[in-house]
């Protein structure tokens, strides 16, 4: 499975931006991480039949999934400076609930998409 992000700029603080993660096929969980540089790679968001979130960006951050497109959705609202990174989607189908923030447990990343917050 081939995965391709896109959607990433550069947004004022408060702004808000739509990253989209396209799919050559179908797994059972899609997610979103981050990585700021000097950071390490931070798990956001994943889809497995229901959302999921890590707790610093729930209530601004929302997933979503097309499966008739096999595409996943990351809308971000009220952006904050801290939340520029490098963005990625990954996919994979052997993930339990417990799992789902683990990196190393994805099979499939697509390349990136930069995401910058001015103040």
């Known amino acids: 499975v081939q995965l391709q992000a896109s959607g990433g700029g550069l947004v004022q603080a408060g702004g808000s931006l739509r990253l989209s993660c396209a799919a050559s096929?179908?797994?059972?969980?899609m997610a979103w991480f981050r990585q700021a540089p000097g950071k390490e790679r931070e798990f956001l968001a994943a889809?497995?039949?229901?959302?999921y979130y890590a707790d610093s960006v729930k209530g601004r951050f929302t997933i979503s999934r097309d499966n008739a497109k096999n595409t996943l959705y990351l809308q971000m609202n009220s952006l904050k400076p801290g939340d520029t990174a490098v963005y990625y989607c990954?996919?994979?189908?052997?993930?339990?609930?417990?799992?789902?923030?683990?990196?190393?447990?994805?099979?499939?990343w697509g390349q990136g998409t930069q995401v910058t917050v001015s103040s």
């Open positions: 889809h497995r039949w229901r959302e």
């Open positions: 990954a996919a994979g189908d052997r993930l339990i609930q417990s799992t789902l923030g683990e990196g190393t447990a994805y099979d499939y």
């Open positions: 096929g179908r797994t059972v969980v």
